[in-house]
């Protein structure tokens, strides 16, 4: 099975950067995804890494080390609208039926 | 753009009742997810399909069936509701079990048991 731990709340000010770190315990791996969902609504994907190394999409950026099972969301330059739940998932071993475990969830709240 | 629809976005039953949840993709994906969210707990799958009838129990099944009839909608349905099956339900779709292959979710239903 799959452990997978991130923080509970972070707050930043708009205009800064927040970086959200996600630790997983995996019996197979193929890749972690990163999603936003703003309170009451879908999760919406952000992004997917599966190799080592740092994949960047504007002002979201997403870091993977399979090594250390650690990847990070950093989201620079806050906006408010930014204000939601982070969420990362894990998708397990190929003959998973591409199913994802995924973490609690990090509220992020950006103040003005 | 890719569409999930879930049939209610609110619902309140009473404790017993059978309670049918439906999901419907218009992107001819082949799998589709029904999730759970609770506060601190993230999501946990309930049930997937990955073909027209075919499904497979996922993390926490008990409680809980599903049909899938037609590529395009799946149900899921609690046999007799209880209080703790009170939560915000989540259905999600992908277009194959490939690797990479995002999962694009629904609105949710959150649905109370009293």
């Known amino acids: 099975g799959q452990n997978i731990d991130q923080p509970t709340e972070m707050t930043a000010t708009e205009g800064a950067i927040v970086q959200i770190n996600c630790t997983y315990q995996?019996?197979?791996?193929?890749?972690l995804f990163w999603y936003q969902q703003h309170a009451g609504e879908a999760p919406t994907f952000l992004s997917y890494n599966v190799l080592d190394g740092l994949e960047e999409k504007g002002r979201f950026s997403s870091f993977l080390s399979r090594s250390k099972g650690y990847s990070y969301l950093l989201l620079k330059e806050l906006q408010m609208k930014d204000s939601a739940s982070y969420l990362c998932a894990v998708r397990g071993p190929t003959d998973s039926w591409g199913k994802l475990q995924f973490g609690a969830g990090t509220q992020v709240v950006v103040t003005p | 753009d890719v569409k999930v629809t879930q049939s209610s976005r609110y619902l309140v039953k009473r404790t017993g009742e059978k309670v049918f949840l439906e999901c419907v993709q218009d992107?001819?994906?082949?799998?589709m997810f029904w999730y759970r969210q609770d506060p601190g707990l993230g999501l946990r799958l309930i049930y997937f399909?990955?073909?027209?009838?075919?499904?497979e129990k996922g993390d926490i099944p008990e409680g809980y069936s599903v049909s899938r009839e037609k590529k395009e909608r799946f149900s899921l349905i609690l046999e007799s509701a209880s209080t703790n099956q009170t939560s915000m339900y989540l259905c999600?779709?992908?277009?194959?079990?490939?690797?990479?292959?995002?999962?694009?979710f629904g609105p949710g239903t959150r649905l109370t048991v009293l």
């Open positions: 992107m001819d994906h082949e799998n």
């Open positions: 995996t019996s197979g791996f193929n890749g």
């Open positions: 999600a779709s992908s277009l194959t079990a490939g690797v990479g292959d995002t999962q694009y």
């Open positions: 399909s990955y073909d027209v009838k075919m499904k």
